[in-house]
């Protein structure tokens, strides 16, 4: 793909550091959604699809040989480029509303601002490779340290282990949240932040309130 981004007005995505609740807003949000009647697919990066699944294995598991930086961002590229193509346009051709776990501002913040790799060759991948952004951006903003403590306490629940990202450091978090947050100041029109650190009821409240104004601006 070339020439400038096509804002999808259809599809939303939620960003945010480790913690933020972001599963639990997805699913208010698509709950939302389908109240009123709409098709919606909800989907995650890196992932959405069998192999961008297995690029996402590749990337998160622990065991694996630690990939550099410029490794990590082809391989996000890859697993999104795939995921673009076999999920997000074919639902939004046919009219539903896409809801995607992470997009491509996390690879501004993880790649680019937290691993040091350079913003004009990470847009210049999402011009060529994907091509289009969403038409609305919910941000989770929270602390490190609150984020982190949730994600200790549900990787105790659950009995599962950090993958390779979320064993970072918090010096490596907070630049991924400084990332995240001057995204916002450079799109105010397209990314809205919401503090995430109340009850996730309340996160959730607001992230629904929020896509009930985006709503009344859009088909």
């Known amino acids: 793909m070339t020439g400038a981004l096509q804002r999808q ?46 690029i996402r294995d590749l990337l998160l598991d ?25 999920i997000v346009l074919p639902a939004l051709q046919r009219g539903a509303w896409v809801i995607s776990d992470r997009f491509t501002d996390s690879s501004y913040a993880y790649q680019g601002t937290a691993r040091g790799l350079d913003a004009g060759f990470i847009a ?7 091509g289009i952004e969403p038409g609305l951006t919910l941000l989770l903003d929270i602390g490190v340290a609150h984020g982190r403590e949730r994600t200790r306490g549900r990787d105790l629940l659950g009995g599962s282990s950090p993958d390779r990202i979320e064993r970072e450091r918090d010096d490596f978090f907070e630049r991924v949240r400084a990332g995240f947050l001057a995204r916002a100041t450079q799109h105010p029109q397209r990314i809205r932040v919401i503090d995430a650190s109340p009850s996730a009821e309340h996160v959730a409240g607001a992230a629904v309130a929020a896509l009930d104004e985006y709503r009344k601006r859009v088909p």
């Open 62 to 86: 622990p065991t694996h040989e630690a990939a550099a930086p410029e490794t990590e961002l082809l391989l996000m590229f890859a697993a999104r480029a795939q995921h673009v193509r076999e």
């Open 9 to 54: 007005p259809r599809l939303l995505s939620i960003e945010g550091g480790e913690g933020a609740g972001k599963s639990t807003v997805l699913r208010a949000l698509r709950e939302a959604l389908v109240a009123d009647g709409f098709e919606v697919v909800s989907t995650r990066e890196p992932g959405g699809t069998p192999l961008a699944e297995r």
């Open 124 to 130: 210049e991948l999402e011009r060529r490779v994907v």
